[in-house]
């Protein structure tokens, strides 16, 4: 595991007397409490929680800018938290410092529906948005895994299954409030579909990871519900003859709104797991959102091309219930692997290239892996270039991080060289800090000093995206 | 006519030396001739000119890397220059100095066409990449008016009739490579669909109007060319009963690729221009792209909904003949605006406002300009929010400016009260930079932090988007 960069904590003395002034300020909403603290300073993935000293659960905007000029004034790091499932240590306490869970400000503030958009609260979570929005005839399409945080879905830009159609986070964020690095309030945008009145500070603090400042209100983008939808899926004897399926499907102009794959290894897993018997081979589903006659269409235009490419045992349905037979093998993919060897953790690889490099970039991993020890299913929002290896691994035996760490590397390293990034949708934290580096190299020093005039003093979750 | 912030103008001995060195670096690539430096000082706006000292027409990222060594040690501005059609003044040299002609470097340097994007110098103008695209099947969607190049467009976040289903500038740049104000060269992003991996350095350079560095290569996305494209026109009684019908087809998520609006005061010049006899209303174009069945069927559904507001006169078809017809009354519109008042400028508006606030503001710019003596036809890309009026001044009749300050500034009021903005697509220039203020308050200091941690000695296109 790599060792968490701990070694500039705050003064003990600073620390203390912010805290003291914030329970001042906040009363019972402050806990040092070890279970608490422990909690706040782990995610979901394979990174050792790095406990903060105290944490306050924030109810406001002023609320979050007063604690944040308390921990400014005292020089006290200040991390963000929402639902703690991020997946590259981003809420680890690097430094020491307060830890601002938002998951309180979970107000659903005001839906405008002939807009198609909506104001909420950092720690409104993507299902309860879309429960809320049941009524209404619209949804939110960003789907991670996790239920997440819709604050933290924007820190970290995340995206999901419906990215192919509807974008990520940088496309579905249309302003933000946000608490600076100083305690000020800005908003970043009006409510424009668009606008090119100066610096695009939305998409700036989108993918920012709480790093320049903690954003305590989102305004979204909604969708119609589409009138129909039609599901598919379909075996390919190659891996590369399902990414040409999809690549020619995106060319021919199809609004296809999911397409996700899973390689052989993954289907196994799925059988095994679901007591199914799918056959053990590249598997695309699709998905198609439209009218009636729209998602007919779709469904048959790319039957044809799956047909082209060798596609087998294709189906496809407009049925609610046969979609969500289809789909659940697809849903089951995390549990399968979880279920490979049980008591284990999963380290889940993130690397997003051109389309027209995937089958290669795929191919390529796969004859790596197949030297390793390690089991590692794999699924992708294909669409995209985006796919994850599920490394399982037993984060305590050395043997088998230092082997997670080094198909990663190599997996990294090969995306990279394939114009691919290193991220397509977890984001940085401070796993993937050198990477960074290696993607971008001399513009990582635009990014200093981006975060340097934004948060001179290194207080805003110091120690993720860039080294200061 | 606003004043130019001019007065703070280069050292002139400075601005000699730099244009000596610059003159040993590329020859006559350099001019310092009144007529090149009297262009390259004007926009397409009513702005006046405000020549740069000197312009150098740029080959490659290495030459304006150099160019731009040169002007820093020298602390001389530099402001880039595409194709001289910008709206709010963005290529006045404000405080002089040296202008960089990037219309030289207009090389398409890569398609991929498997997915779909392109990598293209910044002297590329949309038609042009068009033009090479032809036999691909693929196209670039953003149209603003004028054949803009897509290094300028990129710079001011430009848009046009397609950004309902296809975004804006801001949707569709991937990657860009800038030269920094200190000459250093930096890639924002491989080109990945979607990256987790870091600040959003693309979004940031993105309508950042050459403030901030100068842009020398964009990586765009592209689109296949659809099957079959249906346009649709029809009248309405009201301008409320047209937004409503907007509304209505954009919420039954009608995936409509473009729509425009124009009031019954454009369609009576229209008319008198092209000798038509369209019904003097308000009137929608609409535009539909998919496969053949798929066009009609939007088509059909749009005519139902236009039908339930009191839509007229609704004609649609998929004949390329016809479907210029129907759009040639729309592209008349600039023409029969000019022709309202020979020998006469206009000056464009350019607010932006959420979709439910549209007709609001219409009509209450409507009412204002009942009372003005300036004729201001209004045509607009409604799927967003956005319309301009077209002023036609005299722009030597002080009375005729000061009116169309007063139309703008209670217009853009009006937009922001609604929670709109000043500018939908044209960017700020220095036409806007209070209106910017108005419109983001606080977040402005964040701009203005930004501009100052990547341009400390405010060379890069200076006055533009934030005083300094």
Known sequence: MPAPISNRRVEPAACEAAIAELKLLVGDRLSTAAAVREQHGRDESYHASVPPDAVVFATSTEDVSAVVKICARHKVPIIAYGTGTSLEGHVAAL????????????????????????????????????????????????????????????????????????????????ALIVVLA?????????????????????????????????????????????????????????????????????????????????DELQMDAINKYSKLSLKVAPTLWLEFHGSAASVAEQAGMVQAIAGEHGGTNFEWTTNAEERKRLWQARHDAAYANKALRPGCQVWATDVCVPISRLAQCIEETKADLATSFLPAPLVGHVGDGNFHLTLVLDPNDPKEVAECERLNRRLVARALALDGTCTGEHGVGYGKV???????????????????????????????????
Chains 1, 2 share one sequence.
């Open 182 to 262: 100083d305690g000020r309030v800005i908003r970043t945008s009006k409510r424009a579909r668009k606008s090119s009145a100066g610096y695009d500070l939305t998409r700036l603090f989108v993918g920012s990871e709480g790093t320049l400042g903690i954003i305590t209100e989102i305004t979204l983008r909604l969708y119609g519900i589409p009138a129909a939808i039609s599901t598919a899926m379909c075996a390919f004897p190659t891996v590369s003859e399902a990414v040409n399926t999809v690549i020619q499907t995106i060319q021919s102009g199809i609004p296809v709104a999911r397409i996700e794959i899973a």
């Open 434 to 468: 050198d990477f960074l580096v290696a993607e971008h190299g001399e513009a990582v020093s635009v990014m200093r000093m981006i975060k340097n005039a934004l948060d001179p003093d290194n207080l805003m979750n110091p120690g993720k995206i860039v080294r200061m």
């Open 95 to 174: 430094h020491g410092g307060v830890c601002v869970d938002l998951s309180r400000m979970n107000q659903i503030v005001e839906v405008n529906a002939d807009d198609l958009d909506c104001r909420v609260g950092p720690g409104v979570t993507r299902k309860q948005l879309n429960e809320y929005l049941r009524d209404t005839g619209l949804f939110f399409p960003i789907d991670p895994g996790a239920d997440a945080s819709l604050g933290g879905m924007t820190a970290t830009r995340a995206s999901g299954t419906n990215a192919v159609r509807y974008g990520t986070m940088r496309e579905n964020v249309l």
